[in-house]
């Protein structure tokens, strides 16, 4: 089977207290992978695994059933459980069908007289002024998400916002590191500030051309960062 980029379930759920072993398991073990302590393609049996995390192997089993249903795991039956690929050409992919998705979200919604109401929550947090701003990157990067996915259900398509509900998922892993590194929580508010304005104003080309721009910032942020990530943990590793 083809590597796939890693999957990660909605945000809300890695902020649940778990309330069963096994959701306690599947937390671990993302976390685990996350922090690139289990690598991309590396192998582990559910023994190991068990006693690594220092817990037994029925919820270890729900929890990694799960994460392989989520597509951070590949299970064989001969050689047992193996971390997913990173697998970048597709993630590439991925980028260029949401940048399809929310370039069109864009231009339906500067053609909208009612874009201005559609948008007043997405205003409120991102038109405010430098000290009002929010310095959690983690916040910042789940507000960002909630940004883009907003603009695409603005536009009022729910099969376009289904589609790209989906690509969002699926880049969530890698697209999440873009906030871990100094000043881009300023240039996110910069970058969505701008674009709000120029949708607000209804300059469909203005907009969909800062779109582009900061869309492919992160994609070469993220992806430099996880190499650099990567690129550590096997060194460490030696």
Not at 9 to 36: I, V
Request: proline share 3%.
């Amino acid at each position: 089977m083809a590597a796939q980029p890693w999957r990660q379930a909605p945000a809300s759920a890695a902020n649940d207290s778990p309330a069963t072993l096994g959701d306690a398991a599947y937390l671990r073990l993302k976390d685990e992978l996350f922090a690139f302590r289990l690598l991309p393609g590396e192998r582990f049996s559910e023994t190991a695994m068990a006693t690594r995390l220092g817990m037994s192997r029925t919820p270890l089993r729900q929890a990694l059933a799960r994460l392989q249903r989520e597509g951070y795991l590949d299970m064989d039956a001969r050689s047992g459980w193996s971390v997913s690929l990173l697998d970048f050409e597709q993630f590439d992919h991925l980028y260029d069908l949401r940048l399809v998705l929310e370039t069109a979200a864009v231009r339906r919604l500067c053609e909208s007289a009612a874009a201005h109401d559609a948008l007043g929550t997405l205003r409120d947090f991102w038109l405010v002024a430098p000290e009002a701003r929010l310095d959690d990157g983690q916040r910042v990067a789940q507000m960002d998400e909630a940004f883009h996915t907003a603009l695409v259900a603005a536009a009022g398509n729910p099969e376009m916002a289904r589609v790209h509900g989906d690509v969002t998922e699926r880049i969530r892993i890698l697209r999440r590191l873009d906030f871990s590194s100094a000043g881009r929580v300023a240039c996110t508010y910069d970058e969505h500030g701008a674009i709000l304005r120029a949708i607000l104003a209804r300059q469909p080309e203005q907009a969909v051309m800062l779109l582009r721009d900061h869309v492919e910032a992160s994609k070469t942020k993220v992806r430099n960062i996880t190499l650099h990530r990567l690129y550590t943990a096997r060194d460490q590793r030696r």
